[in-house]
């Protein structure tokens, strides 16, 4: 699995609460649609926004962040975003109560000790 990590830095204060859920909701008619995407979740704060991407594989995310991807995004929010891709071998899923390591459920570490 493959995470990615998109920071738009924008001016002046933390964006209103409302509308980056009006905005956010309007482009999950874009997103819902990318190729192997499993998750995004959208960020919001002082310095900016931005989103963490879950992505099934490497091949996936890099065809969605393609060479004009960076392009796309300032025509949209007046800035250039910054993207990291990061591997992601281990997820801990406390709602699930679980660990999973390339994607597959292992016997957490807590329940070994009992």
């Avoid at 956010?24 to 959208?42: A, D, M, N, P, W």
């Avoid at 250039?80 to 957490?108: C, H, I, M, Q």
């Amino acid at each position: 699995m493959i995470i990615a990590l998109v920071q738009i830095p924008l001016d002046g204060p933390k964006r209103d609460h409302q509308a980056v859920i009006d905005q956010s909701l309007e482009s999950t008619r874009i997103f819902h649609k990318v190729q192997g995407l499993r998750r995004k979740y959208y960020l919001n704060s002082a310095a900016g926004g931005g989103g963490i991407y879950e992505f099934a594989t490497r091949a996936d995310a890099e065809a969605w962040f393609n060479d004009g991807w960076a392009d796309w995004m300032e025509g949209r929010f007046g800035v250039r975003p910054t993207l990291t891709l990061f591997d992601n071998p281990v997820v801990l899923d406390n709602e699930r109560d679980e660990v999973r390591v390339d994607g597959a459920p292992v016997t957490p570490p807590w329940a070994e000790d009992a």
